[in-house]
Structure formats: structure tokens, C-alpha cells
């Protein structure tokens, strides 16, 4: 079968056509502004890219047109296809239909860390020997691409809230019925599609209707959010995680994140010692040895993975050090996450300076939803520089609190030109974006080697 796929190059997208592609089929797709990573990825396995959407693609003859949610109505491609009566379906519809059925399916959903703990599942079930199947939302180090079919009974899958398509406005992983289901966290996100934080709440209770009796639920036992969704109803075996004190059956952590036991009740289970920073890494962490378990991996057999465990590029990757300054990306973008990954920066650096160089890129972000939490959320880094961009909210005016701390700027030539004004040897500068960020990260280093 031939398949092209509109919205080809966002990470879910690019990751099933590595899947569709590794099943057999044709597969070719379109996107606009291709950046890497998943650019890269797609064209080293052979598929063909295409810039924008022009009606004109439908020349190809595909047998299927899968569609991305970046795709809305008045997309010339889209409104063509509809035109001429031609079919389609969502991507995550295809995956359901012709990669997950008859799978043990792990779902990991939550606001932050899916892909980090999908990442995480999927290498400790295949350092377990089970062959599984994923689909991550980055491309974890461990494996070099983002999604594959596997051999083994398995399927890793990152679980997202948002929505499936222009057709299809419920959250992605109510297709994918899953046996093993993570609830990371919750908080309010996507602005742009959900009212409140209860409509997010409604839709991963309709995850949960998914999994059968004999399937189980992760769940982080910090979450009020998520215990409200629990309490809507529940149907299957209920593992927790993280809680501050002891629960019956809960898994916590005793140590530091880069260190720690792995305890159920007050009997320690398993040893973790990794390269990771952050208590939100722990946490995540003991979410993927809870899930691991319930596909038969023991609990001290999925920590012992994790010491060889590399973390997905744009989570704090290293892009490169010149003149003693180096240069970091990462894809936080929610004020939470921003703040979560400077702290985790924090905690690795220590006293050395921290610049962080924020561009709110997300639909939630753009709106300006949280733009009141974006001071608390760089409060641990030395300087913030921010771009303003098309922003239709005033980044000067949210960034205030931070006084001569926060510089914001037009463009991304003056962003680059204030950084390297002030950078120093021994400084960390930290990139945080989910798009390219105009390739800010080459525009620095290029500028601090002058």
C-alpha cells in the first residue's frame, strides 16, 4: 500500500511513517518548515519529503491519505482530497488499526515526561530480551530512531492528550487501547483545545475505560488531578508511585535521583545509579519499572537497564562548547517543564551561570495562558532572554518580576547578538523550545566562537 502522509515531520507523524515503512508500504509525506531531528530520520529511511501542501500531490495516487493534526480545514492539500472524495484517516487511527492490534500496548500519558519514560520502558523491556515494539516522541539515544515494529508481544507507545485530528477531536490515545497504561501527572496544558484543567481530566478518565480488568494503571500517587480521575471510576489493578510516605504496594525512591533504592513499602526492590538528574527523572523512572513489571520484567532487571540508559535528544542535549561556554537543547516549553529542566541544569552545574533562551513556541504558550507563571519557571537561571517573536501577549511585560535578569527581543539575530555580549567562559547556555528555534543553537555557538 501506498500511504502519504500529511504532517509528516512532527514526531508522532515521522514515527509512524518509520513504522509504516519498516511494515512495507510506499510511504511518502509532506510537511512545511522540516527541521530536524525527524527530517534527518525520515530521509535516511528512503522516504521522500515534500515541502508544503499543494494540491498537486495528489498526482501521487496514494492508496491512503494519513492525516496529522497540524492539518486543519482550508489546508489546499486537505480541502483537495475532500474535494475529490478520496480517503483518509487520522494517524492515530492507522497505528490502531494496523500496528497496535493484538499488541500488548504500554501507554504512557501525563503533561510532562512521556517521552522520556517511554523511552525508558521501551529499553528496559529490550534489554529484558522481549523485542518490543515503540513509538516515542523524540528520538531516544539508546535506539536511534524514534519508533520501530519489534518482534516481541509488546508496544511502547507515548500516550498524548491532544487532540487526533480536524475530524476527530478526541485525545490520541483513546485509540490505542491499552493493557498497561502510565498516568504521569496532569496539569492544565493545550489551551488552545481545552477549556480547563477537568476537560483534560475527562479525557484521560476515557483512557482509562480503555484498559481491561486485567490490564494496569500507573499512577503518580502526587497528583490530585489524577486521582480525581481515578475516582471517576476504575476498573483495573492500580500500581502508585512516588508518594512522599509509605503506601501498601506503592513503589518510591530512597536517595538521590542519580542514586537511588527502589522501594515497595518499606522493602527495597531495586537499585537505580544512572546518569540522569532531577527528581522528575526518578519519578519517571520508577512509572517505567512499575510498568515494566506487568509485561513479567523484575523490578531490579528494569533498574539494572537503566544504567545504560541515554536520554532522548533535545532533553538537555549538549549541542556543543566553545571558548569554555556550552551550549544546550531542550524541548521544555511548558512553564513547568522550563522550570524542571533549569533546575535539573542547576543541579549539574552548581554556582556556574546559567543563561536560558526561551522561545514560547506552544499553541498554550502563544496564547499567553501561563505567560504569569514564566518568571517562576526561569527563576533559577542567572539570566533569561526571551523571544518575542510573534507573540500577540508582551514578553516584557511577563518577565518583569525578573527585572534586569530577563532581556527580550525581536528577532532572533538580536537574541544571539545579547547572548554573546554577555556569555563567559564557563557558562551553560540553555536553549528551550518544541520547534527549531530558527537553529538558535548553531547561530550561538557560531557567534561566541568570534
Keep these: 500500500m501506498h500511504i502519504h502522509i500529511l504532517g509528516i515531520c512532527g514526531t508522532f507523524m515521522g514515527g509512524l511513517a518509520a513504522l509504516a515503512r519498516e511494515s512495507g508500504h510506499r510511504v511518502t509525506g509532506c510537511d512545511a518548515g522540516v527541521y530536524p531531528p525527524m527530517s534527518d530520520q525520515l530521509r535516511a529511511l528512503g522516504i521522500d519529503l515534500i515541502e508544503g501542501f499543494d494540491p498537486s500531490q495528489l498526482d501521487l495516487a496514494p492508496d491512503l491519505f494519513v492525516v496529522g493534526n497540524v492539518v486543519s480545514r482550508g489546508n489546499p492539500l486537505m480541502e483537495a482530497i475532500l474535494d475529490a472524495g478520496l480517503p483518509y484517516t487520522s494517524g492515530p487511527q492507522w497505528l490502531a488499526e494496523n500496528v497496535l492490534q493484538g499488541r500488548h500496548v504500554l501507554a504512557v500519558a501525563g503533561t510532562h515526561g512521556k517521552t522520556s519514560t517511554t523511552s ?27 519508533a520501530r515494529l519489534g518482534q516481541g508481544a509488546p508496544f511502547v507507545i507515548e500516550a498524548d492528550e491532544y487532540d487526533t485530528a480536524f475530524f476527530d477531536k478526541r485525545s490520541k490515545f483513546v485509540h490505542y487501547r491499552p493493557r498497561t497504561a502510565v498516568l504521569n501527572n496532569l496539569e492544565y496544558d493545550h489551551a488552545d483545545i481545552f477549556p480547563d484543567l477537568a476537560a483534560i481530566e475527562t479525557q484521560f478518565h476515557h483512557l482509562v475505560r480503555t484498559v481491561p480488568a486485567s490490564g494496569r494503571l500507573v499512577v503518580n500517587a502526587r497528583e490530585d488531578a489524577l486521582q480525581r480521575v481515578i475516582e471517576r471510576g476504575c476498573w483495573s489493578d492500580v500500581v502508585r508511585f512516588g508518594p512522599r510516605k509509605e503506601i501498601p504496594g506503592a513503589l518510591r525512591a530512597r536517595g538521590e535521583p542519580h542514586a537511588f533504592d527502589v522501594l515497595r513499602g518499606s522493602l527495597k526492590i531495586a537499585r537505580v545509579e544512572w546518569s540522569l538528574l532531577g527528581e522528575h527523572n526518578q519519578l519517571n523512572a520508577l512509572a517505567a519499572i512499575a510498568a515494566a513489571e506487568h509485561v513479567g520484567v523484575a523490578p531490579d532487571v528494569a533498574a539494572q537497564a537503566l544504567s545504560s540508559f541515554q536520554n532522548v535528544r533535545r532533553r538537555l542535549e549538549l549541542r556543543g562548547e566553545v571558548n569554555g561556554i556550552k551550549v544546550y537543547d531542550d524541548f521544555a516549553h511548558h512553564p513547568t517543564a522550563i522550570h524542571t529542566t533549569v533546575d535539573g541544569l542547576r543541579r549539574k552545574v552548581g554556582q556556574a551561570r546559567i543563561l536560558a533562551v526561551l522561545e514560547p513556541r506552544s499553541n498554550t504558550m502563544k496564547l499567553g495562558t501561563m505567560k504569569a507563571q514564566l518568571p517562576w519557571a526561569l527563576e533559577e537561571a542567572d539570566l533569561s532572554f526571551c523571544h518575542q517573536g510573534n507573540l500577540e ?9 525578573l527585572g534586569d535578569k530577563a532581556t527580550v527581543t525581536q528577532n532572533l539575530d538580536e537574541l544571539v547578538e545579547a547572548v554573546r555580549q554577555v556569555a563567559c567562559p564557563g557558562d551553560h547556555v540553555l536553549c528551550m523550545s518544541n520547534g527549531g528555534f530558527g ?12
Excluded: C, I, T, Y
Design 439 to 450: 537553529g538558535v543553537h548553531d547561530k550561538l555557538l557560531a557567534a561566541l566562537a568570534d
Design 120 to 146: 525508558m520502558l521501551a529499553w528496559m523491556l529490550d534489554q529484558a530480551g522481549l523485542e518490543p515494539g515503540f513509538l516515542v516522541g523524540g528520538v531516544p539515544q539508546n535506539f536511534g530512531v524514534s
Design 393 to 401: 501577549w508582551d514578553a516584557r511585560e511577563a518577565l518583569a518580576p
